[in-house]
């Protein structure tokens, strides 16, 4: 029982410390959060300026079939399209490679003891998701696994 008591303080703490140390992120905001703050909802805000993360399998575009693209929350720019999606299996939206290259950036994430890959809107800073090396070979081999959160979908 003391073991598990352990073991459940060191969780809660680890996850405490990694919330707290998200918003120290060096990606720079195109504006202030304060001003983030009042645009965007706050399941937008905790994903896009804290850098959160959306459950699995509870989101909105997970399991989105239809065709269209995924713009940004924040700006409206075109960001992915319904074409280069794929069911990853992980609970998230995934695709194989953005629209544009040039609209997003990839930057160094080194929180929750781990280095990723984080993904970020490139004229905003602000947060999308992260980018993985085990998407599917035939396609690139990329897996681009976004926070519905980030985006919005505009049907074909």
Same mark, same amino acid.
Request: proline share 5%; charged share 25%.
């Given at each position: 029982?003391? +073991?598990?008591?352990?073991? @459940? ?5 680890? =996850?405490?410390? !990694? %919330?707290?140390?998200?918003? %120290? ?9 304060? *001003? ?13 300026? *804290?850098?959160?993360? *959306? ?7 997970? $399991?989105?079939? %239809? +065709?269209?693209?995924?713009?940004? !929350?924040?700006?409206? $720019?075109?960001?992915? /399209?319904?074409?280069? +999606?794929?069911d990853s299996h992980t609970g998230w939206p995934s695709f194989v ?9 990839? =930057?160094?994430?080194? &929180? #929750?003891?781990? @280095?990723?890959? *984080? =993904?970020?809107?490139? /004229? @905003?800073? #602000?947060?999308?998701?992260? =980018? ?13 696994? #976004?926070? &519905? !959160? ?5 049907? +074909?």
């Amino acid at each position: 029982m003391k +073991k598990l008591l352990f073991i @459940t303080a060191f969780c809660a703490i680890a =996850v405490f410390s !990694a %919330q707290n140390s998200r918003s %120290q992120s060096k990606r720079k905001l195109s504006k202030p959060a304060s *001003e983030w703050k009042k645009t965007l909802t706050p399941d937008q805000y905790e994903i896009m300026v *804290e850098s959160g993360t *959306e459950p699995p399998y509870k989101n909105a575009y997970w $399991n989105n079939h %239809q +065709k269209g693209v995924y713009v940004s !929350a924040a700006t409206g $720019n075109i960001l992915f /399209s319904s074409d280069d +999606k794929y069911d990853s299996h992980t609970g998230w939206p995934s695709f194989v490679k953005p629209v544009d290259p040039s609209k997003i950036a990839i =930057v160094q994430d080194n &929180s #929750l003891g781990m @280095t990723r890959d *984080e =993904v970020i809107e490139k /004229s @905003t800073g #602000l947060h999308l998701g992260h =980018v993985f090396d085990d998407g599917p070979a035939d396609r690139g081999g990329k897996r681009y696994c #976004l926070n &519905s !959160a980030a985006l919005k979908f505009i049907k +074909k």
